[in-house]
Every structure is written in C-alpha cells, then in structure tokens.
C-alpha cells in the first residue's frame, strides 16, 4: 500500500515562506507523477502544483506560479513545496497526491490514485 505523509506546515506571517515535504513509501516513487492540491474553508479543493516522473513536466496553478517551486528526490523519495512571499489566502490544508497511470503531469484531481493526510498553513500576521 502506498503511503504519503506531509510535513513542514505551520503559521507564517504575510511574505514569509514554508516548505512542505511527502514522504512516499510503499512502491517505487520513480513510477508516479506527484502533485499538491489545496482546500481551504468552505472551498473547493483546487490543484497546486504537479511534477513528472522524472523531474520535469513543471506546472503551476496560476495563482502560484513564481511565489511556488515543486521539486522531488528520487534519493529520499520526496517531494517538496517551496511556498515564498505567502499571501493570507494561500490558507489552506494541503494536500500531496501520487498518479501511477504514467500518463503525463495533470492537474484534474481524480487523475490522482494516493493522497496524504494533509498539512495545514496558515498566513497570518
């Protein structure tokens, strides 16, 4: 069974930065295409940020693009968000997520087979 455990969120004041990590463990992390979404209260869960199997195929939900870098380590078996010059609405639970269909990154949510637990952020001052 394939499991993703999300780390590194937290309270951050307006500008700061935070980076979140996903720990993958139970098949080959080489196999998946990762993703992070995002749910914030009495919203829609909405895509983040997703990277290909083999470190390329970068894309960014708009709101993100330039403040966000997603990256992975095959080593570790990580993926990582590094979220700068946050903003109060980039509150939310965030979610790392794993598609083993090895199609190509995508930002459609039920592409996605594995999800994390959550991490919550919150950009407050």
């Known amino acids: 069974q394939v499991q993703l455990v999300e780390s590194g969120g937290g309270l951050v004041q307006p500008g700061g930065s935070l980076r979140l990590s996903c720990a993958v463990s139970g098949r080959t992390f080489s196999n998946f295409d990762m993703g992070w979404f995002r749910q914030a209260p009495g919203k829609e869960r909405e895509f983040v940020a997703a990277?290909?199997?083999?470190?390329?195929?970068?894309y960014y939900a708009d709101s993100v693009k330039g403040r966000f870098t997603i990256s992975r380590d095959g080593v570790k078996n990580t993926v990582y968000l590094q979220m700068n010059s946050l903003k109060p609405e980039d509150t939310a639970v965030y979610y790392c997520?794993?598609?083993?269909?090895?199609?190509?990154?995508?930002?459609?949510?039920?592409?996605?087979?594995?999800w994390g637990q959550g991490a919550q952020v919150t950009v407050s001052s």
């Open positions: 990277i290909g199997r083999d470190g390329g195929g970068l």
């Open positions: 997520t794993a598609d083993r269909s090895q199609s190509g990154v995508n930002y459609a949510a039920p592409v996605y087979d594995f």
